[in-house]
T-cell receptor, first 117, second 114 residues
Framework: NAGVTQTPKFQVLKTGQSMTLQCAQDMNHEYMSWYRQDPGMGLRLIHYSVGAGITDQGEVPNGYNVSRSTTEDFPLRLLSAAPSQTSVYFC????????????????FGPGTRLTVL | GENVEQHPSTLSVQEGDSAVIKCTYS??????FPWYKQELGKRPQLIIDIRSNVGEKKDQRIAVTLNKTAKHFSLHITETQPEDSAVYFCAASSGIQGAQKLVFGQGTRLTINP
Protein backbone atom coordinates (compact mmCIF):
# COMPACT_ATOMS: atom_id res chain seq x y z
CA ASN A 1 0.00 0.00 0.00
CA ALA A 2 1.18 3.52 -0.80
CA GLY A 3 -0.84 4.87 2.16
CA VAL A 4 -1.73 8.56 1.86
CA THR A 5 -0.09 10.41 -1.01
CA GLN A 6 -0.07 14.13 -1.73
CA THR A 7 1.01 16.16 -4.74
CA PRO A 8 2.77 18.45 -5.26
CA LYS A 9 5.40 18.45 -2.50
CA PHE A 10 6.17 22.13 -3.00
CA GLN A 11 4.29 24.94 -4.72
CA VAL A 12 4.76 28.67 -5.13
CA LEU A 13 1.76 30.77 -6.18
CA LYS A 14 1.13 34.42 -6.81
CA THR A 15 -1.68 36.18 -5.00
CA GLY A 16 -4.97 35.56 -6.75
CA GLN A 17 -3.96 32.35 -8.49
CA SER A 18 -5.95 29.18 -7.94
CA MET A 19 -4.72 25.63 -7.61
CA THR A 20 -5.67 22.16 -6.41
CA LEU A 21 -3.74 20.12 -3.87
CA GLN A 22 -4.18 16.44 -4.56
CA CYS A 23 -4.66 13.74 -1.93
CA ALA A 24 -5.23 10.04 -2.45
CA GLN A 25 -5.32 6.98 -0.21
CA ASP A 26 -5.42 3.29 -1.09
CA MET A 27 -6.54 1.93 2.28
CA ASN A 28 -10.28 2.14 1.58
CA HIS A 29 -10.71 4.67 4.38
CA GLU A 30 -14.04 6.46 4.57
CA TYR A 31 -12.78 9.36 6.67
CA MET A 32 -10.46 11.99 5.18
CA SER A 33 -9.34 15.40 6.38
CA TRP A 34 -7.27 18.39 5.33
CA TYR A 35 -5.17 20.28 7.87
CA ARG A 36 -2.89 23.23 7.66
CA GLN A 37 0.18 23.56 9.88
CA ASP A 38 1.54 26.97 10.83
CA PRO A 39 4.39 27.66 13.27
CA GLY A 40 3.21 27.78 16.88
CA MET A 41 -0.38 26.86 15.97
CA GLY A 42 -0.37 23.10 15.65
CA LEU A 43 -2.57 21.55 12.98
CA ARG A 44 -5.92 23.10 12.18
CA LEU A 45 -8.73 21.32 10.37
CA ILE A 46 -9.80 22.93 7.09
CA HIS A 47 -12.38 20.50 5.66
CA TYR A 48 -13.26 16.89 6.18
CA SER A 49 -15.25 14.06 4.61
CA VAL A 50 -16.98 11.08 6.21
CA GLY A 51 -17.49 9.28 2.90
CA ALA A 52 -17.82 9.73 -0.85
CA GLY A 53 -20.15 12.61 -1.63
CA ILE A 54 -20.12 13.98 1.95
CA THR A 55 -17.95 16.92 3.02
CA ASP A 56 -18.12 19.52 5.75
CA GLN A 57 -16.21 22.49 7.09
CA GLY A 58 -13.61 22.35 9.79
CA GLU A 59 -12.09 25.08 11.91
CA VAL A 60 -10.56 27.24 9.12
CA PRO A 61 -12.51 26.64 5.86
CA ASN A 62 -12.51 30.13 4.33
CA GLY A 63 -10.75 30.33 0.96
CA TYR A 64 -10.82 26.56 0.39
CA ASN A 65 -13.15 24.13 -1.35
CA VAL A 66 -13.22 20.33 -1.32
CA SER A 67 -15.08 17.54 -3.06
CA ARG A 68 -15.16 13.76 -2.59
CA SER A 69 -16.35 12.01 -5.70
CA THR A 70 -14.53 8.74 -4.88
CA THR A 71 -13.43 7.03 -1.67
CA GLU A 72 -9.79 7.32 -2.73
CA ASP A 73 -9.44 11.02 -3.63
CA PHE A 74 -9.98 14.19 -1.63
CA PRO A 75 -8.63 17.28 -3.46
CA LEU A 76 -8.34 20.68 -1.80
CA ARG A 77 -8.90 23.75 -3.98
CA LEU A 78 -7.57 27.20 -3.25
CA LEU A 79 -9.94 29.56 -4.99
CA SER A 80 -7.87 32.77 -4.99
CA ALA A 81 -4.58 32.35 -3.15
CA ALA A 82 -3.60 34.87 -0.48
CA PRO A 83 -0.31 35.24 1.46
CA SER A 84 -2.19 34.14 4.61
CA GLN A 85 -2.55 30.72 2.99
CA THR A 86 1.21 30.17 3.03
CA SER A 87 1.48 27.00 5.09
CA VAL A 88 2.18 23.29 5.09
CA TYR A 89 -0.91 21.28 4.15
CA PHE A 90 -1.49 17.73 5.35
CA CYS A 91 -4.12 15.32 4.16
CA UNK A 92 -5.10 12.49 6.50
CA UNK A 93 -7.31 9.44 6.39
CA UNK A 94 -8.66 6.92 8.87
CA UNK A 95 -10.85 3.85 9.00
CA UNK A 96 -12.58 4.41 12.31
CA UNK A 97 -13.91 7.98 12.57
CA UNK A 98 -12.20 11.23 11.67
CA UNK A 99 -9.90 11.09 14.66
CA UNK A 100 -8.99 7.44 14.19
CA UNK A 101 -8.38 5.30 17.23
CA UNK A 102 -5.59 2.95 18.29
CA UNK A 103 -5.00 0.33 15.60
CA UNK A 104 -7.30 2.30 13.31
CA UNK A 105 -5.21 5.42 13.62
CA UNK A 106 -5.37 8.50 11.46
CA UNK A 107 -2.62 8.38 8.81
CA PHE A 108 -1.11 11.57 7.44
CA GLY A 109 0.26 12.22 3.99
CA PRO A 110 3.77 13.66 3.48
CA GLY A 111 2.49 17.23 3.19
CA THR A 112 2.55 20.05 0.61
CA ARG A 113 4.54 23.18 1.38
CA LEU A 114 2.74 26.13 -0.20
CA THR A 115 4.10 29.64 -0.51
CA VAL A 116 1.89 32.50 -1.74
CA LEU A 117 3.73 35.62 -2.82
CA GLY B 1 -15.79 24.45 20.66
CA GLU B 2 -12.84 22.52 21.97
CA ASN B 3 -9.64 24.33 22.84
CA VAL B 4 -6.37 22.54 23.59
CA GLU B 5 -3.43 24.26 25.26
CA GLN B 6 0.01 22.61 25.26
CA HIS B 7 3.07 23.42 27.39
CA PRO B 8 5.94 23.97 27.17
CA SER B 9 6.51 25.13 23.62
CA THR B 10 10.16 24.05 23.79
CA LEU B 11 11.85 21.53 26.07
CA SER B 12 15.48 20.56 26.28
CA VAL B 13 16.64 17.58 28.37
CA GLN B 14 19.82 15.58 28.80
CA GLU B 15 19.95 12.16 27.20
CA GLY B 16 18.74 9.58 29.67
CA ASP B 17 16.56 12.02 31.61
CA SER B 18 12.75 12.13 31.50
CA ALA B 19 10.59 14.58 29.57
CA VAL B 20 7.02 15.62 30.37
CA ILE B 21 4.67 17.54 28.10
CA LYS B 22 1.31 18.76 29.39
CA CYS B 23 -1.98 19.59 27.70
CA THR B 24 -5.29 20.94 28.91
CA TYR B 25 -8.61 20.77 27.10
CA SER B 26 -11.87 22.64 27.50
CA UNK B 27 -14.64 20.31 26.30
CA UNK B 28 -15.64 17.86 29.01
CA UNK B 29 -17.28 15.68 26.32
CA UNK B 30 -13.91 14.95 24.65
CA UNK B 31 -13.10 11.27 25.02
CA UNK B 32 -10.05 10.49 22.87
CA PHE B 33 -6.57 11.94 23.36
CA PRO B 34 -3.80 10.99 20.91
CA TRP B 35 -0.20 12.15 20.84
CA TYR B 36 1.70 12.64 17.58
CA LYS B 37 5.41 12.89 16.92
CA GLN B 38 6.67 14.91 13.97
CA GLU B 39 10.30 14.72 12.96
CA LEU B 40 11.79 17.58 10.98
CA GLY B 41 10.26 17.75 7.50
CA LYS B 42 8.16 14.64 8.06
CA ARG B 43 4.48 13.86 8.60
CA PRO B 44 2.92 13.57 12.08
CA GLN B 45 2.75 9.99 13.33
CA LEU B 46 0.69 8.59 16.18
CA ILE B 47 2.83 7.39 19.09
CA ILE B 48 0.30 6.73 21.82
CA ASP B 49 -3.34 7.48 22.61
CA ILE B 50 -5.77 7.15 25.50
CA ARG B 51 -9.52 6.95 25.92
CA SER B 52 -11.37 8.87 28.61
CA ASN B 53 -12.27 5.68 30.49
CA VAL B 54 -8.56 5.00 31.18
CA GLY B 55 -6.31 6.96 33.54
CA GLU B 56 -2.92 5.84 32.26
CA LYS B 57 -1.41 3.94 29.34
CA LYS B 58 2.18 2.84 28.78
CA ASP B 59 4.12 1.68 25.75
CA GLN B 60 7.76 0.93 26.55
CA ARG B 61 9.40 4.32 27.37
CA ILE B 62 6.28 6.35 26.64
CA ALA B 63 3.27 6.86 28.87
CA VAL B 64 0.22 9.07 28.85
CA THR B 65 -1.83 10.07 31.88
CA LEU B 66 -5.30 11.58 31.87
CA ASN B 67 -7.08 13.55 34.60
CA LYS B 68 -10.69 13.99 33.45
CA THR B 69 -11.69 16.06 36.46
CA ALA B 70 -8.98 18.63 35.84
CA LYS B 71 -9.23 18.20 32.06
CA HIS B 72 -5.56 17.70 31.47
CA PHE B 73 -3.36 14.94 30.06
CA SER B 74 0.38 14.50 29.86
CA LEU B 75 3.00 12.66 27.83
CA HIS B 76 5.91 11.13 29.73
CA ILE B 77 9.06 9.93 27.98
CA THR B 78 11.60 8.12 30.14
CA GLU B 79 15.27 7.34 29.40
CA THR B 80 15.27 9.82 26.54
CA GLN B 81 17.38 9.11 23.47
CA PRO B 82 18.59 11.38 20.63
CA GLU B 83 15.94 9.92 18.30
CA ASP B 84 13.26 11.31 20.63
CA SER B 85 14.14 14.80 19.38
CA ALA B 86 11.07 16.01 17.45
CA VAL B 87 7.95 18.14 17.75
CA TYR B 88 5.18 16.51 19.77
CA PHE B 89 1.50 17.38 19.42
CA CYS B 90 -1.35 16.51 21.74
CA ALA B 91 -4.92 16.45 20.51
CA ALA B 92 -8.44 15.96 21.81
CA SER B 93 -11.46 14.79 19.89
CA SER B 94 -14.76 16.59 19.98
CA GLY B 95 -18.03 16.57 18.08
CA ILE B 96 -20.80 14.13 17.35
CA GLN B 97 -20.35 10.38 17.16
CA GLY B 98 -18.94 9.31 13.80
CA ALA B 99 -17.66 12.79 12.98
CA GLN B 100 -15.48 13.49 15.98
CA LYS B 101 -12.77 15.89 14.93
CA LEU B 102 -9.32 16.35 16.39
CA VAL B 103 -8.27 19.67 17.89
CA PHE B 104 -4.50 19.93 18.25
CA GLY B 105 -2.30 21.66 20.75
CA GLN B 106 0.35 24.11 19.59
CA GLY B 107 3.20 21.61 19.72
CA THR B 108 6.32 21.10 21.85
CA ARG B 109 9.78 21.02 20.31
CA LEU B 110 11.75 18.47 22.33
CA THR B 111 15.54 18.47 22.06
CA ILE B 112 17.61 15.69 23.59
CA ASN B 113 21.15 16.82 24.41
CA PRO B 114 23.85 14.11 24.25
Amino acid sequence: NAGVTQTPKFQVLKTGQSMTLQCAQDMNHEYMSWYRQDPGMGLRLIHYSVGAGITDQGEVPNGYNVSRSTTEDFPLRLLSAAPSQTSVYFCASSYSGLAGYGDNEQFFGPGTRLTVL
Amino acid sequence: GENVEQHPSTLSVQEGDSAVIKCTYSDSASNYFPWYKQELGKRPQLIIDIRSNVGEKKDQRIAVTLNKTAKHFSLHITETQPEDSAVYFCAASSGIQGAQKLVFGQGTRLTINP
